[in-house]
């Protein structure tokens, strides 16, 4: 099992940034992919975004590229989610899963997987985020 721990949630301004942390189990980051999810409000949680996924490695929803970004840190095995252009339908708990990178399909088919969250079977605690208009 992959423990996960999430946090570097907040209340920032919108246009702000701020970068999410999810430290992960060292012993078993190389096999896993790390995917980052939010749920607001009434919604259903939702996949934004996945490292160690893919060919390309990397793999963003519409609605984040190019205003959020996944990296990772290998010695430190913590991923981060860099998120920028901050904008009020951004709020949301945020949360880092991971899943072995072999049973997952390819990214652009997991990203429209109805209810993707099923897929990860580790997850971290969720870190709030809100951002004021």
């Known amino acids: 099992e992959v423990q996960l721990q999430a946090s570097g949630g907040g209340l920032v301004q919108a246009g702000g940034s701020l970068r999410l942390s999810c430290v992960t189990s060292t012993a078993t980051f190389d096999h896993y992919t790390i995917a980052w999810f939010r749920q607001a409000p009434g919604k259903e949680r939702e ?3 996945c490292i160690r996924c893919g060919d ?3 793999y963003y929803k519409d609605i984040v590229q190019g205003r959020f970004t996944t990296s990772s840190d290998n010695a430190e095995a913590t991923v981060y989610l860099q998120m920028n252009s901050l904008k009020p339908d951004d709020t949301a708990v945020y949360y880092c899963a991971a899943a072995e990178k072999r049973s997952l399909p390819t990214p ?3 990203f429209n997987i109805p209810n993707m969250a099923r897929l990860f079977d580790s997850w971290g605690q969720g870190t709030q985020l809100t951002v004021s208009s």
């Open 47 to 49: 996949g934004i975004a």
């Open 56 to 58: 390309q490695g990397v």
């Open 108 to 110: 652009r088919l997991l």
